[in-house]
C-alpha cells in the first residue's frame, strides 16, 4: 500500500513540471529543472507548506513565535518568529509568491520561444527557414554555460550565511561551550534563551533547543538563497544565451522583426510576459529591502512617514532658505545609517545589480541590434518611397509610408515601453529610497514618482 502511494504520488509530481520547458533551460540540473518549471500553484503551496511545517509550528511550540520585551520608548516590542518580517510572513507567503513567479517565467520562456518559431517565424535560420531545432541548440548552449553553476551558488550561499550569522554562532559557542556570557546588543527569537528576564515574556526555553530551531531556520534561509541565486543566474543565462544565438554570426540563426505585427513590437511580444514577470520579482525584491531596511531601524511604515512629515512641519515657504535647512536637520537621522547592518548592505547593492544585469542582455542589447535593423529598414523604405513618387506611383508611395511610420512607431522592448520604463522607475525609486529610506514619503506626498516615471516615458510610445 505505502508503495503504490509513493508511487502515485512520484507520478502525480511528474505530472506537473514541464519536461520540454525543464531539459532546454536545465539540462545539467533536471531536478532543480522540475522544480523551476513545476505549476505555479504547485510551488507557491508546496514552499509555503514546508515553511509551515519546518518553521511556523516548531516556532510555536517552542514559543519562539510571539516575544514581547520591553522597547527603548516604553511599552513593548516583538521580536518573535512570527514578528520579524524577514522570517514569518515572509517565508509563508512572499517567498513562495516569488518562486511560484519564477516558475511562470520559466515555462512562459519555453512556450515564447516556440511562439517566435510559428510563422511569420521570429527566429529563422541564416538561410530564411523555419529552425525546428532550435530548442535543442538552445539546450546545448545553456549546458554548456551552467555546468557548475549550482556549485558556484552553493559556495556563495555559505559564504553569506557565515557573513550574516556569525555574530549569533559565535555567542552561542561562547556561551555554550566555554560558558560565557552570551552578549548581544539586539535579543529576539535567535537568541531567546539568553534574553534577559522581564515580565513581559513568561517562557523560557532551553539554549540547546533555541540553537537547533535557529540552526533549522538558518538551513531553510541558506536553501532560499541558493535557489534564488541558482534561478536568478539560470534566467540571466537563458536571456544571454537567446540573445547571442541570433546576434552572433558563429549560430546559424538570424532574428527577422515582423514589420506587419498588431502590437507593434515587431514580433517579440510572446517573449514579453517573461521579462515583466522577471521586472515584478525585482520590484518585489525592492520592496522587500526597502520593509527589511524599516525592520533594521525598528519602523513601522505609517508611523514612520508621520515622524518624516512632523520632521518638515518647521519648513515654511515663505523663509525657504533658514527653515528648509531645520527641517534637513530633523529628517537626516530618521534614515539611521549606524543601524544598518552587513547582511542588509548586500541586499541593497546586490538587488538593483541582479535586476540591472540580467536586463542587458535581452532588453538592452536585442533593443539595440533590433534599432538598429529598423534605421536600415526605415531608410530603405524611404529611397523607395521617393523613387515611388518620382514614378507616380501613389498607392506604392503611399503603402511605403505606413509601413515606415508603423515601423518608426513600434516598440524594441518585448514587453513594451510602458511596462518596462514604469517599472524601472519604480526599481531606481526603490533602491533610492533603501539607501536613504526617509525619502520614500517625500516623493510619495511631492508626486516625484509620478514625475520620474513621465521622465522616463517621454518620447516613448506604448
Known sequence: MTTLLLMSSRKWLRAQYNLRAS?????????IGALFTSRPWVIFCGFSVSALLVL?????????????????????????????????????????????????ASRSFERGLLLLLRRPPTIQSSSGERYDNYLKDFSIQTAA???????????????????????????YGSALLFHRTFHSDEFDWMNAAYIPANSCWSYRIAPWQNLIFYLVALLSQGCVICLG?????????????????MLKSEFNYRFVPWEKDPDRRLGLKPIGFVFSTFLILS??????????????????????????????????SKSPIETLGKALNAWWPLNAFHQ??????????????????????????????IDRYRDGLIHKLR??????????????????????????????????????WGAFSMLVILEVSAIFPALLPILIVSGGILKLGKSFMKGKSK
Not at 23 to 31: H, L, S
Open 229 to 245: 541565486l541558482f534561478w536568478i543566474s539560470a534566467f540571466w543565462i537563458h536571456s544571454r544565451v537567446f540573445a547571442d544565438l
Open 145 to 171: 554555460r551552467t555546468k557548475h553553476l549550482f556549485i558556484a551558488c552553493l559556495v556563495v550561499t555559505l559564504a553569506l550565511s557565515v557573513i550574516d550569522s556569525w555574530y549569533n554562532l559565535r555567542g
Open 283 to 316: 520590484v518585489l525584491l525592492q520592496t522587500y529591502v526597502y520593509f527589511h531596511r524599516l525592520q533594521v531601524m525598528h519602523k513601522s511604515l505609517w508611523p514612520y512617514f508621520g515622524e518624516v512629515a512632523a520632521a518638515f512641519a518647521v519648513f515654511d
Open 340 to 369: 544598518v547592518n552587513p547582511g542588509l548592505v548586500l541586499l541593497i547593492f546586490a538587488s538593483p545589480i541582479l535586476s540591472i544585469t540580467i536586463a542587458w542582455w535581452p532588453v538592452v542589447r536585442l533593443g539595440r541590434y
Open 383 to 420: 529611397i523607395e518611397t521617393i523613387d515611388a513618387k518620382a514614378l507616380g506611383q501613389v498607392a506604392t508611395a503611399a503603402d511605403l509610408e505606413a509601413r515606415i511610420s508603423g515601423l518608426a512607431e513600434a516598440c524594441v522592448w518585448p514587453n513594451g515601453y510602458a511596462v518596462g
Open 56 to 104: 511556523v509550528l516548531p516556532s510555536c511550540i517552542l514559543h519562539l513565535a510571539l516575544i514581547p520585551i520591553p522597547s527603548e520608548g516604553g511599552g513593548t516590542q516583538g521580536v518573535g518568529f512570527m514578528q520579524k518580517f524577514n522570517w514569518g510572513i515572509t517565508y509563508l507567503v512572499i517567498l513562495p509568491l516569488v518562486f511560484a513567479l519564477g516558475a511562470l
Open 23 to 31: 531539459q532546454t533551460f536545465y539540462p545539467v540540473n533536471p531536478r
